[in-house]
DNA sequence: TAATCGATCTTTTTT
DNA sequence: AGATCGATTA
């Protein structure tokens, strides 16, 4: 409207300002890693509330990850405050939302809770024992993908995921197990909601009616039925935008249909793109790297992205005999940094600090991270681990989450089973069949009605087991329900969330309040069973609860609030552990990076079989290669890629070759250091006598703790695993440091750059 | 029914 | 190498 752009407008260039301004038409941007697709869709957000006058209450933002939900709203409110009334939530939060409104319209009570995987093998094993664990596991991994597909067990595509009739049957008896329960799986939150959407139009009226925005970001990762849910949320007038990125999609094994991106202009008929790709984050050569990979990739939109920072230093690729080298090489890169930096502020100079945090740590899987802590742990290098902590998957927090989960519903069959007998309290496996079939009895099939009728018929053991159970429950529930002091405890939890959440708050704090969640746990014995049971990780475990229940202290001791908190365990899995300012080394997955960037990053483990890992066809390769991609493209600064020789995989040493990737690369714009094997550089060559070393400088350490002042001198002798004795007779500055030239005793010559510390070079005399 | 010791399998990636 | 599972034993 007036004549001046507002600041944060003129913070855009031209694409990212006309995606802010675009409307009318479906959009689709497609966003290049680091073109600053947040600041794109947050500036959107508080532009249509600021200029537009779109009211905040009918905009959907929807992510998939509950930490790229919070700082889009955080980012929003920070330009403009009333963003924070937009619904920005993930997918499967937005279904859970949904659901608890409306699932009454498909049967589902509103306190639902919601099953992992791991209650889903359990509830597949209660209903078909015979079938081994592995092959549960790989049935519950198909319904789930048949849900991802919006595929109903008598559907006809279903035989896409499993065409055995087998399959069909049990999926069918699951869904029903799972009705019987009252709960819904992940899958659930997003098929529910088409099929009430689609069957109550005029629920879909009247959520068309509300939500006039709609933006989803990382949408390349959206699978069929949340493109579907996507569908019948927008109506006509709905303005509805996407944010992706093809080249990003990294999720296929879980359903995500990249073609959902591929084809949204001609879904959503007439859509309009914008391509960002303008790159802020990493400097030109770390694209190249990236570029010259993803571009072996057939079936993209097509889009290189622009470098607007300059050079920068090179990447540099080591190669590494094996795994504890490779830790160790990480590490010693890690520690010059900080040694420079901290030389250099005491020498004066004013160079950027050097931090721990700068540092991300990437490998393909988890396993590859316990090399690195063990080096990192040996050398106090502070880090932290990013996922797979696994923290929610523990025996002792998901008996916990069990017992609250039977408290809110006592149909849950899943959490019965996991908390009757824990601690023993004499009932096997023949009583709990008994109670769970004596439960058709029962109206709604409570089981816990059914353990009160069945305890006259018990055996004494069990019924004094079964009344210990019960007056547990009956207790509990007893606190939860009074009704004047959960209201009062309730909204004053909610008030001092802030006082209780401080790091201080230990049991202690906890057990000062007699009545809150942990009072449940600590009533049912689950704490001292846990204590008692294990003599080595006793403690441990019950400091896992303690942290599980410090977390539960923000929610008020009612129905409502143990749902919310159970809700929210469910789906935001990501805990805040070691939260704390501490500068850390971050070890972290590839698949957990994406969105994240650091200024120094390592890739390890680029070997075949391992990086790609395994590929059945080449699809899977080229999301591997996307993976690669997204890897690279996190880091602004520093590149560093390492692959070994020999890896222990299973405890077995196994020779490795250099991933496919480290051969697609632009090597032209990487250093490459360490033991080139053989044939590496000369892929092209016809001559395979000629490769490697006269090309490469390879890398060793200056070791600092010989006589002198560590300084390298002409005439030096050195000696080299590879190379035996040498002298050196050129010192060339680098940006680097030196660089070496040796010339050994056999008459090669090689160059060394003191960059890695390596223990297979020594200078042996000045 | 619980605890202990081998045998067997594991390494994708996660909302 | 380490975890998990299951059969065997007390």
């Known amino acids: 409207m007036g004549q001046e752009i507002p600041q944060y407008m003129q913070e855009l260039n031209p694409e990212q300002r006309q995606a802010v301004l675009h409307s009318l038409k479906p959009l689709l941007i497609l966003a290049g890693a680091g073109s600053g697709k947040t600041r794109v869709i947050t500036t959107k957000i508080a532009h249509l509330i600021k200029e537009e006058g779109v009211s905040p209450r009918s905009i959907l933002a929807v992510t998939f990850t509950n930490k790229a939900a919070k700082e889009m709203a955080q980012r929003a409110c920070d330009i403009e405050p009333l963003a924070a009334g937009c619904m920005l939530r993930t997918f499967h939060s937005f279904g859970s939302w949904f659901l608890r409104r409306n699932g009454g319209l498909a049967g589902i009570d509103s306190s639902f809770i919601i099953y992992d995987d791991e209650d889903m093998v359990t509830l597949l094993g209660a209903i078909a024992p015979e079938i081994k664990k592995t092959d549960l596991k790989l049935i519950a991994h198909n319904i789930a993908r048949a849900k991802d597909c919006f595929l109903p067990p008598d559907s006809p595509g279903i035989d896409k ?6 399959f069909k049957n049990i999926y ?26 689609r069957a109550n139009p005029n629920v879909a009226e009247r959520l068309r009616d509300r939500f006039r925005v709609i933006m989803v970001d990382e949408y390349q990762d959206a699978n069929i039925a949340q493109f579907e849910l996507l569908k019948e949320i927008s109506g006509d007038n709905t303005y509805i935008c996407v944010v992706g990125d093809d080249d990003q999609s990294i999720y296929r094994f879980r359903g995500a249909e990249v073609r959902n991106i591929l084809e949204f202009p001609k879904i959503f008929g007439d ?30 939109l097509g889009k ?46 004013n160079k950027p600090e050097a931090k721990y945090s700068d540092w991300a740590i990437l490998y393909r899987t988890n396993a590859q991270s316990l090399a690195f802590e063990n080096e990192f742990l040996r050398r106090k290098i502070p880090y932290r681990i990013v996922g797979s902590l696994k923290f929610y998957e523990r025996e002792e927090i998901k008996d916990a989450i069990a017992l609250l989960s039977f408290l809110v519903n006592p149909k849950d069959e899943v959490s019965f089973r996991r908390v009757i007998n824990k601690p023993a309290r004499g009932i096997g496996a023949a009583t709990v069949q008994r109670i769970l079939d004596a439960r058709y009895m029962e109206e709604d099939w409570n089981i816990e009605s059914a353990c009160k009728k069945m305890l006259p018929s018990l055996s004494a053991k069990a019924a004094a087991g079964m009344k210990d159970f019960l007056c547990a429950i009956q207790e509990s529930r007893e606190i939860i329900e009074e009704p004047d002091t959960s209201i009062i405890k309730g909204s004053i939890t909610k008030k001092n969330t802030s006082e209780y959440s401080k790091k201080d708050s230990s049991l202690k704090a906890v057990e000062g309040l007699s009545s809150c969640i942990a009072h449940l746990i600590q009533k049912a014995g689950i704490d001292e069973y846990h204590r008692a049971h294990d003599d080595i990780n006793g403690e441990q475990r019950v400091a896992n609860l303690q942290e599980l229940l410090n977390g539960s202290v923000l929610y008020p001791l009612t129905n409502a609030g143990l749902i919310e908190f159970l809700e929210h365990i469910e789906l935001d899995r990501a805990i805040e552990m070691n939260e704390d300012a501490t500068d850390r080394v971050t070890l972290i997955t590839v698949h957990n990076t994406k969105g994240a960037e650091f200024k120094r990053v390592i890739m390890t483990g680029l070997e075949q079989g391992l990086f790609p890992r395994n590929e059945k066809n080449d699809e899977d390769l080229e999301e591997e290669r996307r993976l690669f991609y997204v890897g690279v493209t996190r880091a602004m600064d520093e590149l560093y890629l390492t692959c070994c020789r020999e890896r222990r995989v299973f405890g077995q040493r196994m020779n490795q070759t250099p991933s496919l990737f480290l051969r697609e690369a632009d090597k032209t714009q990487i250093r490459i250091t360490g033991n080139v094997p053989f044939g590496f550089l000369s892929a092209r060559s016809t001559d395979a006598g000629s490769w490697a070393h006269g090309n490469a400088i390879v890398t060793a350490a200056l070791k600092k703790n010989t006589s002198s002042d560590g300084r390298w001198q002409q005439g030096d002798t050195v000696f080299h695993d590879d190379n035996g004795y040498g002298e050196v007779i050129k010192i060339i500055e680098s940006d680097d440091g030196p660089v070496i030239k040796v010339k050994f005793q056999t008459g090669r010559e090689v160059q060394f750059l003191s960059m890695v510390q390596s223990s297979s070079f020594m200078k042996i005399k000045n």
């Open 161 to 166: 995921i499993n065409h055995t009739k087998m």
């Open 172 to 197: 069918k008896k699951y869904e029903e197990a799972l009705a019987r329960c009252g709960n819904v799986d992940f899958g659930d939150l997003i098929k529910k909601p088409v099929e009430i959407l």
């Open 271 to 300: 859509a309009d793109i914008i391509r960002l790709v303008r790159n802020y984050r990493s400097t030109s050569q770390i694209l190249q790297v990236a570029s010259s990979v993803i571009k072996h990739n057939s079936g993209r």
């Open 304 to 349: 290189e992205l622009v470098a607007e920072r300059g050079e920068g230093y090179k990447p540099q690729l080591t190669f590494l005999p094996d795994q504890d080298q490779e830790a160790r090489s990480c590490a010693d890169l890690i520690n010059r940094s900080i040694n420079r930096s901290i030389n250099s502020i005491n020498n004066g100079i």
